[in-house]
């Protein structure tokens, strides 16, 4: 039986870090952090994660400014959005939501983004200072992710770590940060062949694939830390019913209430055979946010 990476509960110690960082600030008069959120259309799950966003903000005393702005927004006009942001000296941090709207270059609106304020980590100038080991501000998952196993004291120096996702906002950050822990990483993606073999390599499997199930038991080496960045919900009983064998409870829950949220790995055979391992919901998630908030303060200090 694996141990269980409490995510939501180093989240909560990381805020709690923070609150009493920003407090500290105010006690000596200095500007109160302060995020900006840009929020295009109406997608459910962009609308619930910008919320959760901002009520950290008020658990840690970060202000937070939101622009919810309609899904015909021209990217002409999101640009002089993002570009008013960059010249307001009360705005720290700068974050559009993703993803955008059908027609919107999500690279080209990000580049438009003070890299001083990207507090996302995608600017190409933070992407880089990451792939030469250097500070500036990273993505919130992976580093966040990171800050958790450290605080495990999960040893990273010469293992096999495998990446399942080659995404710029979690796969590729994740993959360049196990490597500054001297970690062996492959990255996998889906024209990968045979990855239940390449994952079962893994001393530290991270899956960011945005499927729900995809890495079954077998697929994990025994012993090995699992972490699971997917957040997918489940609604199709016939799929649950594949996915959930192990875990009665969450096909129940399937059943009673019509959907339930589940990771990229069946998390219950996980249990079963990983040394540790991360759940779905209250793993990973939490953690983003907490990241979030980080880069916002550190971004705030950097800028004085
Ligand atoms: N959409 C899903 N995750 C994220 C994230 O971490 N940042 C942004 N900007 N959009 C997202």
Known sequence: MAQILDGKAHADRMLEEIRQAVATRNATGARVPCLAVILVGENPASQVYVRNKVAACAKTGIRSLEFLL??????????????????????????????????MDA???LQRIDPAKDVDGLHPMNQGLLLQGQRGLRPCTPSAVMNMLKAYGVPMKGKRAVVLGRSEIVGKPMALMLMEEHATVTIAHSRTVDLPSVCREADILVAAIGQPGFVEGSWIKPGAIVVDVGINRVEDLQLGERIFTHDPKKLE?????????????RYGEAFEIAGSVTPVPGGVGPLTIAGLLTNTLQACQNRG
Request: charge should be negative; charged fraction near 25%.
């Open 70 to 103: 309609p899904e015909t927004t021209t990217s002409d006009k999101l640009i002089d959005t993002i570009i008013e942001l960059n010249t307001n000296p009360e705005v720290d941090g700068i974050l559009v939501q993703l993803p955008l709207p059908k027609g």
């Open 107 to 109: 690279k080209v609106m």
């Open 253 to 265: 829950a399937l059943r009673t209430r019509g959907s339930v949220l589940c990771g990229d790995v």
